[in-house]
């Protein structure tokens, strides 16, 4: 059964950084993707279980009127149940809840079609990286699909 959970940034958010590590650093060995920074304790974690066990993670957080979605994994035992979908789902309804004008994301670069169903589109923002691409959205052209696809 799957179950998620809001998390604050003042919170006990130490689970959706050990899932991190365990994806970004274990899984994709990509640490830099999953390692903790200035953001974490400012952000909302969504932290999705399956079964009572940590399945999938993202973060999002308002600077201005931006948000920012990320730190976005599925545990490799999880994937293919869409978890990644819901996760983005969430984090985009949130950020709308949280009044974002336009929502953000650092993509790596394989996935960027992934984002794109949901009206993500690349835009100038440099991320600083060659395997990553920062997408954006206006909170009010978000598109939620009727089904989660992988």
């Known amino acids: ?3 998620t959970r809001w998390i604050s940034g003042i919170e006990d958010y130490s ?3 050990a899932l991190r590590k365990q994806v970004f650093t274990g899984e994709l060995k ?3 993707d999953g390692a903790p920074d200035g953001y974490d304790d400012m952000s909302w974690h969504l932290l999705i279980l399956e079964g009572g066990a940590p399945a999938a993670t993202g973060r999002v957080f308002i600077e ?3 948000a920012y979605i990320g730190r976005i994994c599925v545990s490799g035992e999880y994937r293919g149940l869409q978890l990644g979908d819901l996760v983005v789902r969430m984090l985009l309804t949130r950020a709308q ?3 974002a004008v ?3 994301v650092r993509s790596r670069n394989e996935v960027i079609g992934f984002y794109k169903k949901f009206g993500f589109t690349c835009c100038a923002k440099d ?7 920062m997408l ?5 052209d978000v598109v939620l699909p009727r089904e989660c696809e992988n």
Not at 136 to 140: A, F, L
């Open 102 to 104: 336009d929502i953000y």
């Open 15 to 17: 689970q959706t950084l």
């Open 1 to 3: 059964m799957v179950t």
């Open 127 to 133: 991320t600083g990286s060659d395997s990553h691409t």
């Open 30 to 32: 990509a640490p830099e």
């Open 136 to 140: 954006s959205v206006k909170s009010s």
């Open 97 to 99: 809840k949280l009044g």
């Open 64 to 66: 201005n009127s931006d």
